[in-house]
């Protein structure tokens, strides 16, 4: 069986460190693996308009911010498809049909979209677009028969949904669509990076962030800043790693070679933890190592970016050609699908001579 990748972003905001240890660094190691026989990165303008309906300038503006991290990742148009969802129509269809195979009340126990509604106080008043979203996503996995999908924790309920959806068409229609895996972070830290403020995850929406096109200065202003462990006063004071941000960040970015760069009275991460539980290690120390390991990450993104927004259009341009890739693809899997429904009315020649049949008698 063929190996396809799909994953995506909604451009509700340049990307942050969260979507980088989360799926993004991910996607670029297995796009030059070369394993996968073709791989789609989806910006899910679409799917960000379904909580932005009265905003959708917001939506178009991100659109060429997700594009430009994107590249500044490492993502190469090459070896990667790079696409805009609402430029393919056929997504909705293929929604419009799984619709069919959920009930309300399993869309109600979705638990990721049971806290953004809570978050976007939608209690009152979701938008029927916002509360299907998981079926969309179904849309966007399937139609590229995707048979991996790198994402953050917050999207297991996702691909849930998405294998439900996949199970049940297949056992009514017959064996059409492809069962998608999900490929979570193998780092406990980067499942779900916490925001600089230490609390739920790094979001957008949450103003928590550290975003990938951050100037240094910025950088440093946000982790001199981050959250740490309260009760550590004193610098002789024992420190506790539970919930300590500037560490979980040590975690998802710390590589062994930082430290004779940057810390080299210690060995490795284990030893500085140790250090800081025993006492005598101050949070500034730990802070400035951070900012050290992550000034050494993004500067080469930041580099690349500014390179690619030297010509805007070519980057339109290589959605443009994603866009129309994307679109026959995921055509080929409509017309699987309407195939397998029988909706395929003027291809079936045996109905037509059979309904023929039937009205000659
Ligand atoms: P929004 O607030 O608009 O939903 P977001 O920051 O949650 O934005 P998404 O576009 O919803 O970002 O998520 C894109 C991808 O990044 C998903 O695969 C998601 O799992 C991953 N991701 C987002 N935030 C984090 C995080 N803090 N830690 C790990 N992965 C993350
Ligand atoms: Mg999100």
New binding site residues.
């Given amino acids: 069986m063929k190996k396809i990748m799909l994953?995506?972003?909604?451009p509700?905001?340049k990307l942050?460190v969260?979507?980088y240890?989360?799926?993004?660094r991910r996607r670029v190691e297995l796009q030059n693996t070369g394993d996968f026989d073709d791989i789609f990165i989806m910006i899910?303008d679409a799917q960000?308009l379904t909580d932005n309906a009265d905003n959708p300038e917001k939506v178009r503006q991100n659109i060429i911010e997700v594009a430009l991290d994107y590249l500044a990742c490492g993502l190469d148009p090459e070896k990667s498809t790079l696409f805009i969802q609402s430029q393919v129509p056929e997504l909705c269809e293929l929604s419009f049909y799984y619709m069919n195979l959920v009930t309300v009340s399993r869309l109600q126990r979705n638990p990721t979209v049971k806290a953004?509604i809570q978050m976007r106080n939608f209690e009152a008043s979701i938008p029927v677009g916002f509360f299907t979203y998981p079926i969309s996503q179904a849309a966007d996995i399937t139609a590229f028969k995707a048979t991996t999908v790198?994402?953050?924790?917050?999207?297991m309920p996702m691909l849930e949904q998405t294998r439900e959806i996949v199970h049940k068409f297949n056992s009514v229609y017959g064996e059409t669509l492809v069962d998608p895996k999900i490929l979570l972070?193998e780092n406990e830290a980067?499942?779900?990076?916490?925001?600089i403020d230490g609390k739920a995850?790094?979001?957008?929406?949450?103003n928590n962030?550290i975003y990938l096109s951050e100037e240094p200065e910025e950088i440093q202003k946000k982790v001199f800043s981050m959250f740490t462990d309260p009760n550590h006063i004193r610098i002789e004071d024992p420190g506790s790693l539970e919930g300590n941000t500037v560490f979980t960040y040590l975690d998802a970015f710390c590589r062994p070679e930082y430290f004779p760069e940057f810390l080299p009275e210690y060995k490795n991460l284990d030893e500085l933890k140790e250090h800081y539980q025993r006492g005598g290690l101050g949070d500034m120390k730990v802070k400035r190592f951070l900012n050290n390991v992550l000034q050494a990450e993004l500067e080469p993104i930041r580099n690349r970016r500014k390179e690619f927004q030297k010509d805007i259009p070519a980057v339109y341009e290589i959605l443009r050609k994603g866009s129309i890739k994307a679109e026959a693809v995921a055509a080929q899997t409509l017309k699987e699908v309407k195939a397998a429904m029988k909706i395929n009315y003027f291809d079936d020649a045996e109905l037509i001579q059979e309904q023929a049949e039937r009205f000659g008698e």
């Fill in positions: 994953t995506g972003d909604r509700t905001g942050h969260g979507h240890v989360g799926s993004l899910a960000a953004e790198p994402v953050g924790e917050d999207q972070p980067c499942l779900r990076l916490p925001g995850k790094m979001s957008k929406s949450l962030c």
